[in-house]
Structure formats: structure tokens, C-alpha cells
């Protein structure tokens, strides 16, 4: 029974206060988008967006896996429906649709400077695609044993290498579609992979714990870096290609950080980042313009997108994306813009706003 107006009234069918309760659950999460400040003295500030972000028709009907900048109008995303959907992330327009995988879309990987991208699956492969051209994929590369965790393009676009669960990594001629190189390493579950600009270098993060430099020269393990105490989710290099970070799994804070790394001679740690309270799953490194400051991004599963000062490791702002559930990838899209990929809420559209210091801002969701 309930008390209404002094008077007792039959309480709600468990089902009927259930379904009340969801949509009520729904629409918090759709008002409540709470940005942090870290400001210089220590104190924490809460902001509340007061903009609601644009709502267009989401391009996906199930969790986004990953997203990816295709250049600076379009971007690839893929997720557990199978498709990679490629769309204008500034006007919220679906370009076009790629469907060929049978599994979840895993892994995207844009091949610099051309409207062409691969896309990796857990059924094993991995397609190539070209937006201009079929919508068939234009080569199909099979070769891993279990589901594809990795892909990077070399930077003149000749190479592939792909990595996976089943402890390899593969090399790819992208001209004909044969594998030119293979190294298996035992427990090396490979999570993510990323190729140093102008260098013959390959970045890898593992389940093992451990980041992997690989020469393309042969496939030969050139280096390995101290072990981290949790799972290395994902890892990007700078565009100088001098420095990488990678990010690590966790929960209750334990773990949850991304870590700064050198790759020039001494190969040393040189910062980590921690404010994180889950895994952290996605970590990128933003335009140097964007402020006097270089600064990286940081996305995890308790919903929170941070910025940091690179050389400082202090959070610089929180953007909190309430009802979005575990968010699994970021990209870079503009000087200004982020691109977020979310479990229940597809992809963010974020904005690095200066008008009134450093703040992140949720512009729009597709």
C-alpha cells in the first residue's frame, strides 16, 4: 500500500513501477551532463550542461565497438550489429552503410589521406572497404585463428598488420592481400596496435600486461616495456612519434590509468594519469593547437571522458556521459572536436570549449 494525500492507496503493479522506474532512468540520463574542473588549487567544480545535445537518428542499433576519423568532414564506426556505417559527424548525414561482416565489428583503421579503411571482426577477418566505390569489400584478409584485435596501417599505406587473440600478429601487403610476415608470441592476446609515424615501428598492447615495439622490418620484437600491473587496453603515439600512451583495465580505481611513454633511447614511463574509477578503454593524444598546453584524452567504462595535461598528469576537465554505459573508443575529429563511442547511447560528438577555460561539452549524439 502507499500513503497518498493522507489516504492509503493500492500500491503499483511491480511491472507497471518497473517500467516508471526505466523511463525515469531514461530521461535522467538524457538531462544530466555533469563536466568537472580541476582547477589549479585543488578545488573540484561541477558544472551542469544547461544545452541539450542535438539527438539524430542513431546509425547503429546495438553498442558501438569503435569509432574513427576517416578525415575531417567523415567518420567509420562499427560495433555489434555487424556494420560499419561511415556519416558526417557534423551534420549527423549517414553516407553509407558496409555490411559483410558476420560477427561484431571489432577494430576500424582509416588509411591515411584516401576514402578507404579496413574493418576487423570476430569472425576472424578483415575486410578492406572503399567509400567510393562497392559497396562490396574490396579485399577480404583471413589468416588469425580467433577474433581481430588489432589493425594498423603503415604510413605510406602499403602495410597492413593485424593482431589478435590467438597471440599473433600478421603482416599484410595492402597491393595484393598476401601475408608477408608472421610472429606468434605465447599469452600475447593482443588488445590494440598502432604504427609510428615515419618510422618502421609498431606499437602493441596485451592482455598480458605488457606494450610491445615491433619492427615491420621482419616482424621482430624490437623492444618490450615494463610490465603494468593490469590488462594494456589500448595505446597511441603522437604524431611526431616520439612518445606513446597506453591505457590500462581496472575497477574501484585500481588500475583504471593511462601511462606516457618514451620511444626514443631510454624508452622510460615518464607520467601516468589516474582519476579514472573503471577501464579505461580508449586514450588519444589532441592537437597541440587546442591549447598552449599538449594535452590527451581519456575515455573508460564508468562513462567518463577526462582531458589531461601530458607533462603534469593533473585532469583538466571531466566530462561525465550519464546513461551512456562503458564507452569504448575515442577519436580525434577536428582542432576542437572529439568523436566517443558509447554502449547504450551510440556516438558522441564532444567539444573542447576555452571560452571559459578548458570544459568539455556533449554537442551532439548519433
Known sequence: MLL?????????????FCSL??????LQSKLRHSTYLYRPDGIIEERVQTKAPQEYVPVHVDTVSVVAALNSDLCISGGKDKTAVAYNWKTGRVV?????????ITKIACIPKAN???????????LMWDLQGSSQPRQQLSGHAMVVTGLAVSPDSSQLCTGSRDNSLLLWDVGTGQCVERASVSRNLVTHLC????????????EDKTIRLWDSRGLQMAHMFPTKQHIQTHCEVSVDGHTCISCSSGFGGEGCEATLW???????RMCEYKGHFQTVASCVFLPKST??????ATSAHDSKVKIWNQDTGACLSTLSLDGSGPLTSLAVGDISSLLCAS??????LLRVDHSQGLELQEVAAF
Open 96 to 104: 553509407k552503410r558496409f555490411t559483410g561482416h558476420t560477427r561484431e
Open 116 to 126: 578507404q579503411f579496413f574493418s576487423a571482426s570476430r569472425d576472424k577477418t578483415v
Open 343 to 348: 554502449f547504450y547511447r551510440g556516438v558522441h
Open 291 to 296: 591549447a598552449l598546453m599538449p594535452m590527451i
Open 4 to 16: 497518498l494525500d493522507g489516504q492509503l492507496k493500492p500500491a503499483l503493479p511491480q511491472k507497471v
Open 262 to 268: 618514451d620511444l626514443r633511447q631510454t624508452r622510460d
Open 195 to 206: 604504427w609510428v609515424p615515419s618510422e618502421p615501428y609498431i606499437v602493441q598492447t596485451s
Open 21 to 26: 522506474w526505466a523511463v525515469m532512468g531514461k
